[in-house]
């Protein structure tokens, strides 16, 4: 029985993080298409995807924090540990014929805050 | 009839780019709270969230791009124009009896890749 969007991509993040790549790679489409918007970088096609993932370095885990899925999409957010630092990583992903064809991961970063105008902000 | 969440945060952009801030503030929780973790900025309640859209400066208009949504939470990802210049703002959306309650904002900006293992990155 074809997995539901959710039941998808709880089992790409458990795969990941069990370097358990067949099973990891059945999730994709063949011409699955990753983005990063913010380098402007692109893979194209399952090899290219799980060699990605497979040759990331160091001693790494995902933390799934969020997950929103709707028919045909989803979103996650991670904390993503690796070497004792951690970052925040947001992927959405689309789907065709049940397989994952479209995953665009953002990394957002801490950066000082401008001006505000509101005298409600507060920083925590 | 309540909206659905889908319904709910189209009508929540639809209001705030028209700045009909009695409808946009309709939607919210009265102790909705507002979330940014990159710059660990915080706003508590719902007339210091309005206000925070109501005086926020510059001729703005948040496009919005993408629309995840489930029974209780939601993501939108908005490319937000303002003064000649985009970026664009990822929001999750939390529910509470039908109203937003928890909205956690996320604006990623370009930086340069960093070395990767894999030879299947392409830039673009």
Same mark, same amino acid.
Request: charged share 25%; hydrophobic share 35%; aromatic share 12%.
């Given at each position: 029985?074809?997995?539901?969007?959710?039941?998808?991509?709880?089992?790409?993040?458990?795969?990941?993080?069990?370097?358990?790549?067949?099973?990891?790679?059945?999730?994709?489409?063949?011409?699955?298409?990753?983005?990063?918007?913010?380098?402007?970088?692109?893979?194209?096609?399952?090899?290219?995807?799980?060699?990605?993932?497979?040759?990331?370095? #160091?001693?790494?885990?995902?933390?799934?924090?969020?997950?929103?899925?709707?028919?045909?999409?989803?979103?996650?957010?991670?904390?993503?540990?690796?070497? #004792?630092?951690?970052?925040? #990583?947001?992927?959405?992903?689309?789907?065709?014929? #049940?397989?994952?064809?479209?995953?665009?991961?953002?990394?957002?970063?801490?950066?000082?805050?401008?001006?505000?105008?509101?005298?409600?902000?507060?920083?925590?």
């Amino acid at each position: 029985m074809r997995p539901t969007t959710r039941q998808a991509i709880q089992r790409f993040w458990q795969t990941a993080n069990a370097r358990d790549w067949e099973p990891f790679a059945a999730l994709l489409h063949p011409e699955v298409i990753y983005l990063v918007p913010q380098t402007r970088e692109r893979v194209r096609g399952r090899a290219g995807f799980v060699d990605l993932f497979r040759t990331w370095p #160091g001693q790494w885990r995902a933390d799934l924090q969020q997950l929103i899925a709707d028919d045909d999409q989803a979103v996650s957010t991670i904390l993503f540990h690796v070497d #004792g630092e951690e970052s925040t #990583g947001i992927s959405f992903f689309e789907f065709d014929t #049940g397989l994952i064809s479209r995953i665009t991961d953002h990394w957002p970063t801490p950066y000082d805050p401008p001006p505000r105008v509101t005298t409600h902000i507060e920083r925590y």
